[in-house]
């Protein structure tokens, strides 16, 4: 980090920083003129962020003409100029590689039935025994899509990096580079797409962008899992389109089940693509109904049935992380490793990543 004047910033040459920050109310309009004017006409000018309170409209057309640059009006807070950042430096890094070796990427799609169901604890789950079966760097991404209130970075005691509403609107900007920006590290071979707690995210992503964040994650990971929350959002339906498997996740109660089966129904009907959700029953115990009782209320087949261990689940949610790391000999785990095993079988759909028109 360095400090510097307007002259300073006219003498640069390409390479010699990573990004160019301008504060707006600092200095005057003329000298800003010329210093952006400086930096549009080096050949590969860094990045550039410009902030302000007031900013002319001319100053800000001029900036985003540059190949790299954005605006960021005051008042903002820490998150929002890290994420601005963070960002920028993304845009301006080589772009990450695809799957190694042209493998063709799996996207997996896990919702809950009704409130409670278990589906955030499921879907980490299986994102970790995916990541653990595979032993690659960077071979998974779990994705929560719960944008106003996910619980998954929570759940494995990570701190999102960003809130999702940073995207914004800007479907295309968002790259490889960017998306790696963004991922919060939970082992070698899984990484974490989520967003801090954030009332407004929901009205505050686009459609295209969120999209465009799955389908650039299918470009670069093995295997793309979705935390989907049960309500329709206008993404749901493109985003579970581009799913090789989508699971409902329901509790053994009646009601859960009768929503488990009207909400796989819903989906199939909606998507219209032959694809069939596979309903997963959580917390199989004591006087619970039987698998046999429980598919009779579902009118289907249920996928898998998974038992309830409800000390391994409490504290590895207290203590952050996986029930596979902290009590891999759980029935959960070993469910779940079954499940998967099922899944993985079975073969991948031949353009499993979701795109925005």
Not at 300 to 328: F, T
């Amino acid at each position: 980090l360095e400090a510097g004047t307007m002259a300073h910033v006219e003498g640069l040459r390409a390479g010699n920083y990573d990004l160019v920050l301008i504060d707006a109310d600092a200095w005057d309009a003329q000298a800003i003129a010329t210093a952006i004017k400086a930096l549009s006409a080096m050949r590969q000018p860094p990045p550039v962020l410009v902030l302000g309170e007031k900013l002319p409209a001319g100053l800000v057309r001029n900036v985003l003409r540059m190949e790299a640059s954005d605006i960021l009006e005051a008042p903002f807070s820490p998150e929002q100029l890290t994420a601005a950042v963070q960002a920028l430096l993304a845009e301006a890094a080589p772009a990450a590689a695809a799957p190694a070796g042209g493998a063709e990427s799996r996207c997996w799609g896990v919702s809950g039935a009704v409130g409670g169901s278990g589906a955030t604890t499921i879907a980490i789950e299986i994102a970790y025994a995916l990541a653990a079966q595979s032993g690659k760097d960077r071979s998974v991404c779990l994705v929560d899509l719960n944008l106003a209130d996910g619980a998954t970075a929570a759940y494995l005691g990570c701190a999102p990096t960003t809130r999702l509403a940073d995207f914004g609107q800007a479907a295309d900007r968002i790259d490889a580079a960017m998306l790696h920006a963004f991922v919060t590290p939970v082992s070698k071979g899984l990484d974490l797409i989520a967003g801090v707690r954030d009332a407004n995210a929901f009205e505050a992503v686009s459609r295209e962008a969120i999209l465009r964040m799955l389908e650039v994650a299918c470009e670069c990971y093995d295997w793309v899992i979705l935390d989907i929350p049960r309500h329709r959002r206008p993404w749901t339906l493109e985003a579970l389109a581009g799913c090789d498997e989508v699971l409902v996740i329901s509790e053994l109660t009646v009601p859960a089940l009768l929503a488990a089966r009207a909400y796989a129904d819903e989906v199939e009907d909606s998507l219209g693509t032959g694809l069939r959700p596979r309903i997963v029953l959580n917390r199989m115990f004591g006087p619970a109904p039987s698998m046999a009782e429980s598919e009779k209320a579902l009118q289907r087949k249920a996928e898998a049935g998974i038992s309830s261990d409800w000390e391994a689940a409490a504290a590895s949610v207290n203590l952050g992380g996986p029930i596979a790391q902290h009590r891999p000999k759980s029935k959960i785990v070993k469910d779940i490793q079954t499940l998967v095993g099922q899944l993985a079988a079975q073969p991948a759909r031949r353009d499993p990543a979701p795109k925005a028109a």
